[in-house]
């Protein structure tokens, strides 16, 4: 990806294909994000009056099916892009093949967690009501 | 030891030193910049959002502050992040899928006064709330 950016002539950046499944995942996340934040952003902050929904707003919000899986896909989406971009930071420090194991290990459960909590604050709060 | 950690720091922060670099090396740490920005702000929402948990005035309580000037003002800072982000990533996945390789800093140029835009319109709408 540095090498797209890079400033090399744009005839030799062209001849170095980025092709790591890593790199991939993260277009594809990103691409879906544009639709899914700026959803989230115009539903929750735009729509809304005042900027932002009271709680009233908010359960009956996630009341709705479709909003539901778009929102915990959103939650997967932007976790996943978070990470995988956070992984290629540092991956930069030039770390030895057992420590990114141990870094992708790490950021998988981060991961799981972060989707797992954010799955429970849902459930939650459509329960509360 | 010493001196194979301070190279590996040096490595991995490489990509923040913009001094006397081309355009390319600017919109490539600004991608991260504004992505790390995100990934805290990701978080912080996280735990933000377990105000919902507690029920109604601790929610309604959160949002009478998020809709002052100083939070408003936040927004405004969120949404150029998402906006720089979102469409710098946009331009180097096409980038890496080899479209618009040789022009890229046009597109990166294009690209950025479409967030410009965007983002005084967002801002327009937020503070107008």
Redesign the interface.
């Known amino acids: 990806?540095?090498d797209?950016?890079?400033?090399r002539p744009?005839?030799e950046?062209?001849s170095l294909?980025?092709t790591s499944a890593s790199?991939l995942w993260q277009?594809v996340t990103?691409?879906g994000?544009?639709l899914l934040?700026s959803l989230h952003?115009i539903a929750h902050?735009?729509v809304a009056?005042?900027?932002?929904?009271?709680?009233?707003s908010?359960v009956d919000y996630l009341r709705n099916p479709l909003i539901i899986v778009l929102e915990v896909l959103f939650l997967i989406v932007?976790?996943t892009h978070?990470l995988l971009?956070?992984r290629a930071?540092l991956f930069?420090?030039?770390l030895s093949e057992m420590a990114e194991k141990r870094t992708m290990q790490a950021l998988w459960v981060l991961g799981m967690l972060?989707v797992g909590?954010?799955l429970w604050?849902t459930w939650?709060?459509i329960r509360?009501a | 030891m010493a001196t194979l950690h301070d190279s590996?720091?040096k490595?991995?922060a490489?990509?923040a030193d913009v001094r006397g670099?081309?355009l390319?090396?600017w919109?490539?740490a600004l991608?991260?910049l504004t992505?790390?920005g995100?990934?805290v702000y990701?978080?912080l929402h996280?735990v933000v959002?377990?105000q919902?948990?507690k029920?109604?005035s601790a929610?309604?309580g959160f949002?009478a502050l998020?809709?002052t000037r100083l939070f408003?003002t936040l927004?405004v800072v969120l949404?150029a992040g998402?906006l720089i982000h979102?469409l710098n990533?946009?331009r180097?996945?096409l980038?890496?899928?080899?479209l618009g390789?040789?022009s890229?800093k046009t597109l990166f140029i294009a690209l950025m006064a479409v967030a410009a835009i965007a983002l005084i319109v967002?801002a327009v709408?937020?503070y107008g709330?």
């Not at chain 1, 009056?49 to 009233?56: F, K, Q, S, T, V």
């Not at chain 2, 980038?95 to 080899?98: M, P, S, V």
């Open positions: 990806m540095a797209m950016l890079s400033n744009a005839s950046s062209a294909p980025q790199w277009a990103g691409v994000l544009i934040a952003m902050h735009f009056a005042g900027g932002l929904r009271d709680y009233a908010v932007v976790t978070a971009g956070v930071i930069d420090f030039g972060t909590y954010g604050l939650t709060i509360s | 590996k720091l490595r991995a490489q990509w670099r081309g390319g090396m919109a490539y991608n991260r992505g790390l995100l990934v990701l978080y996280l959002l377990s919902l948990t029920g109604p929610w309604d949002v998020a809709r408003l927004d949404l998402l979102g990533g946009l180097v996945t980038n890496g899928f080899g390789v040789r890229q967002g709408m937020i709330k």
